[in-house]
């Protein structure tokens, strides 16, 4: 699915957190989203998400335009994930994760669950209660909980935050077959700048809640005459363009 983000704003009393942005992402691509901490990355997915409402500005999903009225037929194909939104700290993996295959209305849920699980690692976890995993496992049920429903649309907030190197590898390879294996839109917020060069098409650089630069990760670094987008990152949000 195509998603086209059309001078979007998002105010929060006097205080500007997210302007004018403008930015498509092609359908099936991967783009990554980046910044420094408060510059409005998670404030522009939780618009995107309809957990924010934003200001001013419009949101098209295949050249339509998304508003509260048509936004539930849209969240059925949409998932999320990020390790900072805590799952249910006294439901089993297992449990949480039916729960949220039921509310997306999967059919087979039990097949479903097996499925993300084995896929993930995740299979002998299933029966231990979520407030009792470590940060590891509890970014890969979050993860899993943001494909239970196959979606078109995925967005991932710092999907291997806090996880050890090993696991990382773990969960960068799995989002990689994913993509070549599931026709999936994919937007990637991430600090992670070796993640982002191996995952995504393009890059939107963002600081204090504007696009300040986009392009490919190598048409980002030879612009800026850097070795790799980390030291490209660094210079751009330094300012020292």
Same mark, same amino acid.
């Given at each position: 699915?195509?998603?086209?983000?059309?001078?979007?704003?998002?105010?929060?009393?006097?205080?500007?957190?997210?302007?004018?942005?403008?930015?498509?992402?092609?359908?099936f691509k991967?783009?990554?989203?980046?910044?420094?901490?408060?510059?409005?990355?998670?404030?522009?997915?939780?618009?995107?998400?309809?957990?924010?409402?934003?200001?001013?500005g419009?949101?098209?999903?295949?050249?339509?335009?998304?508003?509260?009225?048509?936004?539930?037929?849209?969240?059925?194909?949409?998932?999320?994930?990020?390790?900072?939104?805590?799952?249910?700290?006294?439901?089993?993996?297992?449990?949480?994760?039916?729960?949220?295959?039921?509310?997306?209305?999967?059919?087979?849920?039990?097949?479903?669950?097996?499925?993300?699980?084995?896929?993930?690692?995740?299979?002998?976890?299933?029966?231990?209660?979520?407030?009792?995993?470590? =940060? *590891?496992?509890?970014?890969?049920?979050?993860?899993?909980?943001? @494909? /239970?429903?196959?979606?078109?649309?995925?967005? &991932?907030? $710092?999907?291997?935050?806090?996880?050890?190197?090993?696991?990382?590898?773990?969960?960068?390879?799995?989002?990689?077959?994913?993509?070549?294996?599931?026709k999936?839109?994919?937007?990637?917020?991430?600090?992670?700048?070796?993640?982002?060069?191996?995952?995504?098409?393009?890059?939107?650089?963002?600081? =204090? *809640?504007?696009?300040?630069d986009?392009?490919?990760?190598?048409? @980002? /670094?030879k612009?800026?005459?850097?070795?790799? &987008?980390? $030291?490209?990152?660094?210079?751009?949000?330094?300012?020292?363009?």
């Amino acid at each position: 699915m195509n998603i086209e983000i059309r001078n979007l704003n998002k105010n929060f009393g006097k205080t500007q957190a997210v302007k004018n942005l403008n930015f498509v992402i092609k359908e099936f691509k991967t783009i990554g989203l980046l910044g420094p901490n408060g510059c409005g990355k998670t404030t522009t997915i939780g618009m995107l998400l309809g957990l924010i409402e934003p200001s001013s500005g419009e949101i098209l999903i295949d050249g339509k335009k998304i508003i509260k009225s048509n936004f539930i037929n849209i969240l059925s194909k949409m998932n999320f994930a990020s390790p900072y939104i805590e799952l249910p700290k006294k439901l089993t993996v297992e449990q949480n994760l039916e729960v949220y295959a039921r509310l997306y209305g999967i059919k087979n849920v039990t097949s479903q669950v097996e499925k993300v699980s084995s896929d993930l690692g995740l299979t002998s976890y299933l029966k231990k209660k979520s407030g009792e995993l470590s =940060s *590891g496992q509890k970014n890969r049920v979050a993860l899993a909980k943001s @494909l /239970i429903n196959d979606p078109e649309i995925l967005f &991932l907030d $710092e999907p291997t935050a806090s996880l050890d190197p090993d696991i990382g590898d773990f969960v960068r390879e799995y989002l990689e077959n994913y993509k070549l294996k599931n026709k999936v839109t994919v937007l990637l917020a991430s600090h992670n700048m070796s993640e982002v060069e191996r995952l995504c098409d393009e890059v939107i650089m963002m600081k =204090s *809640g504007s696009i300040i630069d986009k392009g490919t990760c190598s048409d @980002l /670094i030879k612009r800026h005459g850097r070795q790799n &987008l980390e $030291e490209t990152f660094l210079k751009i949000v330094r300012n020292n363009i």
